[in-house]
């Protein structure tokens, strides 16, 4: 492991630069709500909870001639009855744009020493995503907009958090589906930003069209119900001008397939993370007002994602295994992969990286969660444990 020289952070400039007291900010660091990222990023610290208004991931960025803020991406609140929530939320306008939610993970991208780095959502730099997004974005961008931060979904089969095969990617891919200020997060209008996007050649995410109040429940049931066919996640409604906070809604194939992920490792899976999406399916389907035949498909469909990967990993863990999630990485620098094993580590994650296999000018490198808490538990059950 190299070794990295301690960044101190500038306690009364970054105080002044937040504009709180320096009391207040030695206090952020002492208890640890402000931590320095490890190895070469240790001056960029990063938020570990929610203070002084400023949202958990973002990442206070220490440069020799100041600071720059990177505010973290704002929760988006979720839709459980488009037509209520659409004329709730969004009654000062008279029109809503509709654009894809894609499943993946989220980054946000900046220029740093030459180079960009990607930014998980609780403020982590990722070795991995990082080396990505410099061969997926053209750096020109950055230069000439440096006060600008691109927020995108990184999406594919070649994902170590969130590996999907739905969307025809052979490997991963960045799509765009923000820009907005360092310091003070004011996200570009909507058009505004797809535009800039285009110039330099990002993708983005697909944008559905813009309706009226009145058109857009039915518009986007018929937009979710034409996703959900293909496995695809569901849609954001924004305010195009992007002054009013944005909603999300999903389709009844994604919470089915987020409940087979979770009920795989039903014991490492938050209880909250389930029973909301539940519920969502059953939102869904009176505002649908679905026939029987109709509602009784939600059923199976809901009941098989729960029972069924549930069902696979206790015959799995009897017959010896240890119910594990798998993943793949590809990546050019073979230091990459090194850099990333250490992060996982890092993170306080057990996997096991594969030997690397050349493919094409690049190494692809499978990855094994083992479950442990999940594994454990269901091999107690099978020794005559108690459930308690």
């Not at 002054?243 to 992920?261: E, F, G, M, R, W």
Request: glycine share 6%; hydrophobic share 40%.
């Amino acid at each position: 492991m190299d070794n990295y020289p301690q960044t101190e952070l500038n306690v009364e400039d970054a105080a002044s630069f937040l504009k709180i007291p320096v009391q207040q900010m030695k206090e952020l660091i002492e208890r640890k709500v402000l931590v320095p990222n490890w190895n070469e990023y240790q001056h960029l610290f990063r938020f570990e909870r929610k203070s002084i208004r400023i949202d958990i991931g973002s990442v206070l960025v220490q440069k020799d001639d100041g600071f720059n803020l990177i505010l973290g991406f704002p929760k988006i609140k979720r839709a459980m009855l488009l037509g209520p929530a659409i004329k709730f939320n969004f009654s000062d306008i008279k029109k809503i744009a509709v654009e894809e939610k894609m499943n993946g993970y989220n980054v946000r991208v900046i220029l740093l020493d030459g180079k960009l780095i990607a930014l998980t959502r609780k403020g982590y730099v990722c070795p991995y995503s990082s080396e990505k997004v410099n061969d997926l974005l053209d750096h020109s961008f950055f230069v000439e907009n440096p006060q600008l931060v691109v927020y995108g979904e990184m999406v594919g089969p070649d994902n170590p958090y969130v590996p999907k095969g739905i969307y025809g990617i052979e490997s991963l891919e960045l799509f765009v589906f923000d820009i907005r200020q360092k310091d003070t997060g004011v996200p570009l209008p909507l058009y505004e930003r797809r535009r800039l996007a285009e110039k330099y050649g990002f993708r983005q995410v697909r944008l559905f069209g813009e309706f009226s109040i009145q058109e857009a429940p039915s518009m986007i049931m018929n937009i979710i119900q034409e996703i959900g066919r293909k496995g695809h996640e569901g849609v954001v409604i924004k305010d195009p001008n992007m002054v009013l906070q944005p909603i999300k809604y999903t389709a009844s194939q994604s919470n089915c397939s987020d409940l087979q992920h979770a009920l795989k490792i039903y014991n490492e899976s938050g209880r909250d993370f389930i029973f909301s999406r539940i519920v969502r399916e059953g939102f869904q389907s009176v505002e649908w007002d679905e026939n029987e035949e109709d509602f009784r498909k939600r059923c199976l469909r809901l009941g098989e994602s729960i029972l069924r990967p549930m069902k696979e990993s206790i015959v799995h863990v009897r017959e010896g295994g240890r119910v594990a999630e798998e993943f793949t990485i590809r990546v050019k620098d073979r230091a990459t992969i090194s850099k990333f094993e250490e992060y996982m580590r890092r993170l306080g994650m057990d996997i096991v990286f594969s030997e690397p296999k050349t493919v094409g000018d690049e190494y692809l490198v499978h990855m094994k969660k083992v479950s442990k808490s999940t594994s454990d538990k269901t091999l107690a059950m099978w020794e005559g444990q108690l459930w308690s």
